[in-house]
């Protein structure tokens, strides 16, 4: 079956620009997470929703992050006005419930020039 | 301090040797552990969940210490497959199971 897919897989952008990444979780999932995963680090937590639902975005770096999942499947992480500090791959995960297994796509790597 | 530590490598070792990775972790309120494989350039894929009795899943087994918070990894009889990132994961159930990741562990298994 399909697993999680996100979008774009590579994102350019010029610094002060504002970008979307997409994720769709696997059919079904009720949990979604969101992690940064700057280079050569481990991932990072962003942000959790549970269906539409976003119960903790204590990870979300600054309020120029922003992230949505309105309709409790597709998820779509905005950050205004990037920075290069901004340069890292963003992952998401899904899960069927909670305490199950998160499944990971394959990221989007921003680089900000 | 990183709430997960672990170190970063990398382990350079011989096709067939035993390698054993370790990492411990500062919240004592974690509730479920893992040990997470990355490929160059590729998602964190679940290697195994940790268990307090230990697990073991072919030539990997892991083990959790609760009261030293300490994880840890043994590999057997390495094979070039093996060579990747080894991430030790901790999961808090109360934050929706938020997984805290280690730096990441460096593995190089070579002929």
């Known amino acids: 079956g399909a697993g999680v897919s996100q979008s774009p897989r590579y994102k350019v952008a010029k610094r002060g620009q504002d970008v979307a990444l997409r994720c769709d979780p696997i059919?079904?999932?009720?949990?979604l997470f969101w992690y940064q995963q700057a280079l050569g680090q481990g991932p990072e937590f962003l942000t959790y929703?549970?269906?539409?639902?976003?119960?903790?975005k204590s990870g979300l770096p600054s309020d120029r992050f922003f992230a949505e999942r309105p309709e409790g499947s597709v998820s779509t992480l905005k950050i205004q006005r990037t920075q290069q500090e901004d340069s890292a791959v963003y992952l998401c995960?899904?899960?069927?419930?909670?305490?199950?297994?998160?499944?990971f796509g394959p990221g989007t790597r921003l680089t900000v020039t | 301090r990183k709430e997960v530590e672990q170190d970063p490598g990398p382990f350079n070792v011989p096709e067939g040797a035993t390698v054993a990775f370790n990492c411990t972790y500062s919240?004592?309120?974690?509730?479920?552990f893992f040990w997470y494989r990355q490929d160059c350039r590729k998602e964190p894929k679940l290697l195994m969940s940790?268990?307090?009795s230990g697990n073991e899943d072919g030539r990997f087994t892991a083990q959790l210490n609760r009261a030293s918070q300490y994880i840890s990894l043994l590999i057997r009889d390495s094979k070039l497959s093996d060579s990747a990132t080894y991430l030790c994961v901790v999961g808090n159930n109360n934050a929706g199971n938020m997984l805290t990741f280690g730096g990441g562990t460096r593995l190089m298994v070579k002929p």
């Open positions: 995960a899904s899960s069927r419930t909670p305490i199950y297994e998160q499944y």
């Open positions: 919240n004592s309120a974690s509730q479920s």
């Open positions: 929703f549970q269906n539409e639902a976003q119960l903790d």
């Open positions: 059919s079904g999932h009720v949990s």
């Open positions: 940790v268990y307090s």
